[in-house]
């Protein structure tokens, strides 16, 4: 099939955010524009969200800014960054890059001007430096791996470990060690007017920083969403909204942990938000399909052939009461959950599954391939 906004437009909208529930992309054909040898970015400090949020609105009002996200170090300290894309520098703004193995992780960059200073700072990035600032270091999760490990967090054991410090290779040891289960994955999408809300919520109950921000503007048909456009929300989203990244340790229990998520998602159901659906997802399946309307997706499953195919529902959510069921009826299974939480049994294992999948070799591939385009 081919789709597009005017051709089987239903299932061109519908397949978005659909995790090949729908069918599976075989071919894109995408607008792009021009890319520049530089993005100019401006770092402004922030005092709260509130503040935070009036700084996302002056830059979406300025028509020059090409990209915008920020953090937040601490309920009363964070930083908004915009940037424009350039070939060429404004006067005395010096170069900054964030992928070789001796560049500082850009979250600390920020974070270490910031603790000293209240002014707005400028920098310019390289292109691809810019797009892949987040790399090294998974953000920030990856300082967490230093914890587990008791491993000293420093440019040297930064630059030593560089090549398992990659998002690929993180991910990849997260998920096959099973410590997945004991760190918190949310990204969430919250109106603007409950931000403030949020953000307390999230310094009472998380309590880890630093928070990544995004402002979000609905594209596409008005009545569809980005995190499941298929299942339209039973409630009416804001064309605007604030996303929150909130990546973290959870609760050791694994009981305590679910609820925690639980009561997470829930909060953000209050507040009239949304929670993108690439996270582990706790709703029941009843609470699940009254976020998100059923009729609709089934419709169009059902017209395309797709109903074979695994739900929506059944990809992302996590069963931890047929866990526990399991749990129970097998002794073995029970010896082997015990014996997985045992220190540092879990972490070593991804490790080594990480060594063998080779994933830790690829940036340095990538890197030659750029210095030869370049």
């Known amino acids: 099939m081919t789709a597009s906004s005017t051709e089987n437009s239903d299932l061109f909208y519908g397949a978005a955010s659909s995790f090949g529930t729908i069918g599976v992309t075989t071919l894109l054909e995408i607008q792009l524009i021009e890319s520049k040898t530089y993005?100019?970015?401006t770092h402004y400090p922030v005092s709260s969200i509130l503040d935070a949020q009036d700084r996302i609105n002056d830059a979406i009002k300025d028509k020059?800014?090409?990209?915008?996200?920020?953090?937040?170090?601490a309920r009363d300290k964070g930083v908004i960054c915009s940037g424009?894309?350039?070939?060429?520098?404004?006067?005395?703004?010096?170069?900054?890059?964030?992928?070789?193995?001796?560049?500082?992780?850009?979250?600390?960059?920020?974070?270490?001007?910031?603790?000293?200073?209240?002014?707005?700072?400028?920098?310019?990035?390289?292109?691809?430096?810019?797009?892949?600032?987040?790399?090294?270091?998974?953000?920030?999760?990856?300082?967490?791996?230093?914890?587990?490990?008791?491993t000293p967090f420093n440019r040297i054991t930064r630059f030593l470990l560089d090549y398992f410090m990659h998002t690929r290779v993180m991910y990849h040891a997260l998920h096959q060690s099973g410590l997945s289960n004991?760190?918190?994955?949310?990204?969430?999408?919250?109106?603007?007017?409950?931000?403030?809300?949020?953000?307390?919520?999230?310094?009472?109950?998380?309590?880890?920083?630093?928070?990544?921000?995004?402002?979000?503007?609905?594209?596409?048909?008005?009545?569809?969403?980005?995190?499941?456009?298929?299942?339209?929300?039973?409630?009416?989203?804001?064309?605007?909204?604030?996303?929150?990244?909130?990546?973290?340790?959870?609760?050791?229990s694994r009981q305590d942990f679910v609820d925690w998520n639980r009561t997470f998602e829930h909060k953000v159901q209050e507040l009239g938000g949304q929670k993108w659906l690439y996270a582990q997802t706790y709703y029941s399946e009843e609470e699940f399909y009254q976020i998100y309307k059923r009729q609709s997706?089934?419709?169009?499953?059902?017209?395309?052939?797709?109903?074979?195919?695994?739900?929506?529902?059944?990809?992302?959510?996590?069963?931890?009461?047929?866990?526990?069921?399991?749990?129970?009826?097998s002794w073995k299974l029970w010896i082997w959950t015990l014996f997985w939480n045992i220190w540092p049994f879990a972490g070593l294992y991804g490790v080594?599954?990480?060594?063998?999948?080779?994933?830790?070799?690829?940036?340095?591939?990538?890197?030659?391939?750029?210095?030869?385009?370049?």
Not at 128 to 143: E, H, I, K, P, T
Not at 352 to 374: A, F, H, I, Q
């Open 39 to 41: 993005v100019e970015l």
């Open 64 to 73: 020059s800014v090409d990209y915008l996200d920020g953090m937040m170090f």
């Open 84 to 150: 424009r894309l350039t070939n060429t520098p404004n006067s005395g703004v010096p170069i900054q890059r964030f992928t070789r193995p001796t560049d500082p992780w850009f979250y600390l960059h920020i974070s270490r001007y910031i603790a000293k200073h209240n002014t707005a700072f400028t920098e310019a990035v390289p292109i691809v430096d810019y797009l892949f600032r987040y790399d090294r270091g998974g953000f920030w999760v990856a300082r967490y791996a230093y914890r587990y490990f008791l």
């Open 182 to 252: 004991m760190y918190i994955i949310q990204d969430v999408a919250i109106p603007y007017p409950k931000a403030e809300e949020f953000m307390g919520y999230l310094d009472t109950n998380f309590k880890q920083y630093p928070i990544w921000l995004c402002p979000l503007k609905q594209s596409g048909k008005k009545t569809s969403t980005h995190a499941l456009q298929i299942s339209k929300t039973t409630q009416a989203l804001p064309e605007t909204m604030l996303n929150f990244g909130v990546w973290g340790p959870g609760p050791t």
């Open 297 to 329: 997706y089934d419709e169009l499953r059902k017209k395309y052939g797709a109903e074979y195919l695994p739900s929506v529902y059944d990809k992302v959510k996590v069963d931890f009461e047929k866990e526990q069921r399991a749990i129970r009826d």
């Open 352 to 374: 080594w599954k990480s060594l063998l999948g080779g994933d830790y070799l690829l940036p340095k591939g990538e890197r030659v391939v750029k210095e030869k385009v370049t």
